[in-house]
């Protein structure tokens, strides 16, 4: 099973009328953060059920991958990367962090990152120092930070908010409405699991914070609490 045989597969499932719906979904125009970007035309069922089948593709082959020019592709290899942790041990999920972080420039729209990072680099950096989550926090690169920011998802859902919280911090006054949204949602995960913790960064940051992080941060507060961040009465 080689890399080609998978692109292969993919290329006969494509749609030329989804293909074009995808590139304005994910904002491929001159100036947008998907510049440039290619499309096949697939929804997602037939990408997994694709990654299932080729699950044991080396991992030099799932690199070629990362650096297709089709999103699909890419996409694609990340589920398998994700699926090769799933089914392997301690030495598998160095070699697909490896991996991945060697092969970061392939990951370069927000599905990729979010279907990916915390994924992989969560349960790698579980029991880690996590100064890379930090350095790509503070980077110029957009999807390092939203890598930043996503895989403490991971350690959210096992109660671990501190990783969150701090890079939170550090990207709080981002200007990419990507970045607000990324850190409002992790905001608001934290606060499904502990309201007060989410409230106590907010309580410090909601008056700086752009609105669109501030909206997903406090969607799922009753509504009178809502309201009161909205309209600054805390």
Known sequence: MT?????????????????????????????EYGEGDKFLGLKVPPMRKLARKYHSMDLNEVAKLLHNEYHEVRLTAIYLLVLK?????????????????NNLEGINNWDLVDSSC????????????????????????LWKKRIAMISCYY???????NDALAIAEILVNEEHDL?????????????????AEEEKF??????QMPRTMLRYAIEKFDEPLRLKYLYGQI
């Open 202 to 207: 907010l309580t410090k940051y909601y008056h």
């Open 85 to 101: 942790i799933k089914k392997g041990n301690s030495q598998v999920l160095e070699e697909v962090t490896d991996c991945y972080l």
């Open 155 to 161: 350690f959210i859902k096992q109660n671990d908010f």
């Open 118 to 141: 915390y994924k992989i680099l969560g349960p790698y950096l579980e029991n880690r120092e996590r100064d890379l989550l930090y350095d790509f926090a503070r980077s110029d690169d």
């Open 179 to 195: 970045m607000h949204k990324a850190v409002g949602w992790m905001l608001r995960e934290v606060g499904n699991r502990n309201l």
């Open 3 to 31: 890399h080609t045989d998978l692109i292969d597969e993919l290329k006969d499932l494509g749609n030329p009328e989804k293909a074009e719906h995808s590139k304005r979904f994910f904002k491929t125009g001159k100036g």
